[in-house]
C-alpha cells in the first residue's frame, strides 16, 4: 500500500514495513541535511517562511485541503481512536464529521472535486484490505464507494475519475474508477519488473502522474517517478537522491513538485521544492524538526503538513541486576528544552559526548555523567552528529555537512583542529573506529547503493570492506574481528539479519537471525564491551528495552525494564559495562501551516 511512501502520525515507532528498505523511510534519532545530486539552492531572503500550528493535540495527521482552500480536513485521535475534522481555516473552528470507532484505523483523506465530499479510507486494525467512503462536508452517514483502496484518491484533471493504488502481496496496480458512478476499473500501471514496490500515485493538474518506488537492488533509496501525461514511459524525477521520502505533491499548476525527504538515512526529513524538468531542489524548511505527509493550498501559496517535533533525553542506567533492577536504579542526566541525542561514554568512562540542539542547530557536546563541565564542541549552522570517541579518548570522529557535503570529520577530544578525513562522492556517515585508533569505518552512499568503507586516520584511499550493498550502520567489535551491521534480504519481513563482516584473515561471514518491529531498532546495535555480544533495542508491548544477542546467535537477554511507550533511540556501553546511557523520549505530530513559501 502507500505506507513505505508516507511518514506515519503516530508518536509510537513505527512498523518495519520492507525490511531493511524502511531506513528509506524512518524519522531517525539523530539528524542533519546531506546534499545530493541535482542543484541545492538555500531559502530566498524574502519574506521568512511562516510555520503556524493547526493542530495541537500531537496526534493529528493526513491533512487535505478543500478545492477552495477554505476548508481543511484531517484526521486526530480522540481517546485513543482516530476520528476525522473539518477545520475552517478563517475561522478555526472546527467540527467532527467521521467519528472514532474501536479498532478502526482512517488514512488517505482527499475532497472531491466539487468540494462537497471528503473522502477516506478506514481500515480494520487486525485486517490489511482499506475500504474507501465519502462523507459529505456538512456531515450525515458515510457511503460506501470502494473496497480494496490503498492510498489518498488523485482526481485527474477534468475531475471525471480517480487514480488510487491496490496491493496485491508486495505487487500493486495503479487504477482509475469514475467518481459519480463507480463501475468499471480501468488498470493505468503495474509494478514494473525491477521494482519492489510502487505505492500513492498523484495526479498534477496537467496530468502526469508522480508515484514512490523501489527497487530490488536498491531498496534503501526511494524514487520518486514521473509517468507523463503524453504516455511516454516513466523516468526517476530529478533532484536529490533521496533515502527517505515522506511525502510528495504537485503544485497546483503542475510544474513544480514537493517533496518531503532527506538525502541520509540519520537525516530529518525536511521540505523541498523541485523542478521537475531541470533538477533544482529548493529548500523550504532548515529547521530540526521532521516533516511529512506535504499537501499544497489550492491557490499555490501555502502548504500544509504533518510537522513532528522529537523530545528526548539522556538517562544513566546502572547494569548491575534485573532488568527491573536497573531500569529502577535509572537517573536523568540532561535538562532543559533542547533535544540531546546519541550518546557515546568516553574510553575512561567519566564523560559522555552527544548531540544538542542547545543552540538551535545540532551540534557537539560533551560532559561529566554528573551533568558538570558541559562543553560545546562544534559551532555554527551545519549539522553535526553521530560522534564516537577513539579508543584512546584523545580524538572524535563524527558526521558533518560543514562543506555543504555529507562527510567524516575528525577533531582533538576538546574540538579543536576538525578535518575532513572523507573526500570521495558526497554522503558518508555513521563512523566508528578500529580498537587500535589507526582506521575508521563508515557508511558511503555513493552511486545507487551505500556500501562500508574503512579509512586511514591520516586519510587517504578509502577502501570497500564488503560488496553487501545498503549498509546503514558500521560497529567495530572490541576485539577488532568483526564489523557489525544490517543486512537483511527479506522485505516486508519483521525477520532480519546482522551481518558479521570478518575484519581478519581465516574468518567467515556470519549472520544472527534478529526479528525487528521498529524501525528505531536499526539504530540502535551496540557491540557489548566484552565483545562476546552486541546490544539492540527491542519493543515488547509499547515498551522499548536493551536486549543482549550473544554472538555468534543465541536468544536474546533483557537489560532494562521500561514501561510505557516512550522511545529508545539510542544507547551507549560503559568501557566495564556497569551502566548504560540511553537517549528516551517521544515525538508529538500535529499539522502546521507554512506560508511566505520560497
Known amino acids: ?93 472546527e467540527v467532527e464529521i467521521v467519528p472514532p470507532r474501536q479498532d478502526v484505523v482512517l488514512g488517505n483523506i482527499a475532497f472531491s472535486p466539487d468540494g462537497n465530499w471528503v473522502l477516506y479510507t478506514t481500515r480494520n486494525i487486525n485486517e490489511r484490505e482499506r475500504t474507501l467512503w465519502r462523507v459529505s462536508t456538512v456531515g450525515g452517514a458515510p457511503r460506501e464507494v470502494l473496497r480494496n483502496v490503498d492510498s489518498a484518491p488523485s482526481f485527474s484533471p477534468d475531475g471525471q475519475r480517480f487514480l488510487f493504488s491496490r496491493s496485491e502481496g508486495l505487487q500493486a496496480k495503479f487504477l482509475t474508477a469514475s467518481f459519480t458512478e463507480v463501475g468499471e476499473l480501468e488498470e493505468v500501471f503495474t509494478t514494473p519488473e525491477e521494482a519492489l514496490l510502487i505505492a500513492r500515485p498523484l495526479w498534477s493538474s496537467r496530468g502526469d502522474m508522480a508515484y514512490f518506488q523501489l527497487d530490488k537492488n536498491d531498496v534503501l533509496h526511494p524514487k520518486l517517478m514521473i509517468k507523463p501525461a503524453d504516455g511516454g514511459p516513466p523516468r526517476v524525477a530529478p533532484g536529490p537522491r533521496w533515502m527517505q521520502m515522506t511525502g510528495f505533491a504537485w503544485s497546483p499548476d503542475g510544474n513544480q513538485l514537493y517533496v518531503s525527504g532527506s538525502r541520509s538515512w540519520v537525516e530529518q526529513a525536511q521540505i523541498w521544492q523541485v523542478d521537475p524538468a531541470s533538477g533544482e531542489a529548493r529548500r523550504v524548511t532548515a529547521d530540526l524538526d521532521l516533516y511529512s505527509g506535504v499537501v499544497p493550498r489550492p491557490d499555490g501559496n501555502a502548504l500544509a503538513a504533518q510537522k513532528t517535533i522529537l523530545e528526548s533525553y539522556l538517562w544513566m542506567v546502572p547494569i548491575d541486576g534485573t532488568p527491573e533492577a536497573n531500569s529502577a536504579g535509572t537517573k536523568r542526566m540532561t535538562r532543559g528544552t533542547d ?42 549552522d551545519a549539522q553535526n552528529f553521530w560522534s564516537r570517541w577513539s579508543p584512546d579518548g584523545r580524538s572524535i570522529a563524527y558526521a558533518s555537512e560543514k562543506d555543504g557535503n555529507l562527510q567524516v570529520w575528525v577533531m582533538d577530544a576538546d574540538g579543536q583542529n576538525a578535518r575532513q578525513l572523507t573526500t570521495v562522492g558526497s554522503t558518508n556517515y555513521g563512523p566508528d573506529w578500529s580498537p587500535d585508533g589507526n582506521w575508521v569505518v563508515y557508511v558511503s552512499s555513493q552511486g ?86 552486541l546490544a539492540m533495542a527491542a519493543t515488547m508491548g509499547d515498551a522499548m528495552n536493551v536486549h543482549l544477542l550473544s554472538v555468534p546467535g543465541g536468544a536474546p537477554q533483557q537489560v532494562t525494564h521500561f514501561e510505557g511507550d516512550d522511545l529508545l533511540f539510542t544507547h551507549s556501553w560503559a568501557p566495564d559495562a556497569s551502566f548504560l546511557v540511553v537517549q528516551r523520549g517521544t515525538r508529538h505530530t500535529d499539522i502546521v501551516l507554512l506560508e511566505n513559501l520560497p
Open 1 to 93: 500500500g502507500a505506507a513505505p511512501a508516507v511518514q506515519p502520525k503516530s508518536g509510537k515507532p513505527l512498523l518495519v514495513i520492507v525490511g531493511i528498505a524502511v531506513v528509506a523511510v524512518v524519522a531517525a534519532a539523530f539528524f542533519l541535511m546531506g546534499r545530493g545530486r541535482g542543484g541545492v539552492a538555500t531559502p530566498t531572503a524574502n519574506a521568512p517562511l511562516r510555520v503556524t500550528k493547526v493542530t495541537t493535540s500531537g496526534q493529528a495527521g493526513a491533512p487535505a485541503f478543500s478545492p477552495d482552500g477554505r476548508f481543511m480536513a484531517y484526521d486526530t485521535s480522540v481517546d485513543g481512536n482516530e476520528a476525522i475534522f473539518l477545520r475552517q481555516m478563517a475561522t478555526g473552528s
Open 448 to 533: 545507487d547503493s551505500s556500501f562500508l568503507y574503512k579509512i586511514p586516520l591520516e586519510g587517504g584511499e578509502p577502501e570497500r570492506i564488503s560488496e553487501k550493498q545498503g549498509a546503514v550502520l558500521a560497529e567495530w567489535s572490541p576485539d577488532g574481528k568483526w564489523i557489525a551491521t544490517w543486512g537483511g534480504d527479506r522485505p516486508g519481513s519483521p525477520q532480519q539479519e546482522i551481518m558479521l563482516i570478518p575484519m581478519e584473515e581465516g574468518l567467515e561471514e556470519e549472520r544472527i537471525q534478529v526479528t525487528v518491529q521498529s524501525n528505531l531498532e536499526l539504530i540502535n546495535l551496540r557491540w557489548h564491551p566484552d565483545g562476546d555480544a
Open 339 to 380: 533535544s540531546q541525542r546519541a550518546p557515546d561514554i568516553h574510553p575512561d568512562g567519566t564523560r559522555v559526548l552527544f548531540s544538542s540542539t542547545a543552540d538551535g542547530h545540532l551540534n557537539l557536546w560533551a560532559m561529566d555523567l554528573d551533568g558538570q563541565n558541559r562543553k560545546q564542541l562544534t559551532f555554527g
